[in-house]
């Protein structure tokens, strides 16, 4: 794994300050070095310091880009089991409907059969009446007929 670009940027950055001397550098006229120049060892010394602590830097970033992996991944795979679950609704929803529509049609044609139930009963009240004012005119014929019977029957005797 290499240093990510922003990362390269940053550690040529210290370097190159660890690197320049400090503006209390400077080189005394005829090309020497001022007495107070700091030590070659010295500044590596920095240099190895300041990469531990870029190194420690990225280490926990590279912590924190896991720790946000892996909640992504938490999240995508929620995402998915609602997915999952509101397809599942949906058929759900889609069975329903269909009941619903073939409880209409069922509801619809119990209320046509009760229709042409009451019609029918009408239609039984009706010949009920023909049936009774029929039984009554036989009844009253039986009757008047057993009444000229007796009366017959009584006459031939006496």
């Known amino acids: 794994m290499?240093?990510?670009p922003r990362g390269r940027h940053i550690v040529t950055a210290v370097l190159m300050a660890a690197v320049v001397a400090p503006p209390s550098v400077v080189l005394a006229q005829g090309g020497a070095r001022s007495p107070r120049a700091p030590d070659v060892g010295q500044r590596l010394a920095q240099v190895e310091e300041v990469q531990r602590a870029i190194d420690q830097e990225i280490g926990l970033l590279r912590a924190q880009l896991q720790g946000l992996e892996t909640r992504l991944n938490d999240i995508q795979t929620q995402m998915k089991e609602a997915e999952e679950g509101r397809s599942e609704d949906r058929e759900q929803l889609k069975a329903m409907r269909e009941e619903v529509r073939g409880l209409y049609v069922e509801s619809s044609s119990?209320?046509?059969l009760i229709g042409n139930l009451g019609e029918q009963i009408d239609g039984l009240g009706t010949a009920l009446e023909r049936f009774r004012l029929g039984a009554g005119v036989l009844l009253a014929a039986l009757v008047v007929?057993?009444?000229?019977?007796?009366v017959l029957m009584f006459r031939a005797r006496g």
Request: glycine share 24%; hydrophobic share 35%; no cysteine.
């Open 2 to 4: 290499g240093v990510p």
């Open 110 to 112: 119990t209320k046509e």
């Open 145 to 150: 007929l057993q009444g000229i019977g007796i």
